[in-house]
Nanobody, 117 residues
Framework: QVQLVESGGGLVQAGVSLRLSCAAS??????MGWYRQAPAKQRELVAA???????NYADSVKGRFTISRDYAKNTVYLQMNSLETEDTAVYYC?????????????WGKGILVTVSS
């Protein structure tokens, strides 16, 4: 079993940066990533990273968000720059035993990011 604990969310103004962290414990996972769900919208992939470092980004965040991973700490990060009000959502960390660009096996509880104008 894998436990995922997110941190780093909060209320920020548009244009600033924020970094989310997700620490995994339990079984080693190959892929990790971030999804988000805005009010009245479906959950969508934001970014994912495989064990080999292959990344996958949503078009809406390319050039603004960067996903990275610290294997020693079993932690994945999401650096979010130039935040927009449309980035407001609950962000969920995900992990997968398979080395996939769409990790979905395990989920964190979610962390709220609110971007004000």
């Amino acid at each position: 079993q894998v436990q995922l604990v997110e941190s780093g969310g909060g209320l920020v103004q548009a244009g600033v940066s924020l970094r989310l962290s997700c620490a995994a414990s339990g079984t080693f996972v190959n892929a990790m990533g971030w999804y988000r769900q805005a009010p009245a919208k479906q959950r969508e992939l934001v970014a994912a990273i495989t064990r080999g470092g292959t990344t996958n980004y949503a078009d809406s965040v390319k050039g603004r968000f960067t996903i990275s991973r610290d294997y020693a700490k079993n932690t994945v990060y999401l650096q979010m720059n130039s935040l927009e009000t449309e980035d407001t959502a609950v962000y969920y960390c995900a992990a997968d035993l398979m080395n996939t660009i769409l990790p979905r096996n395990y989920w964190g509880k979610g962390i709220l990011v609110t971007v004000s104008s």
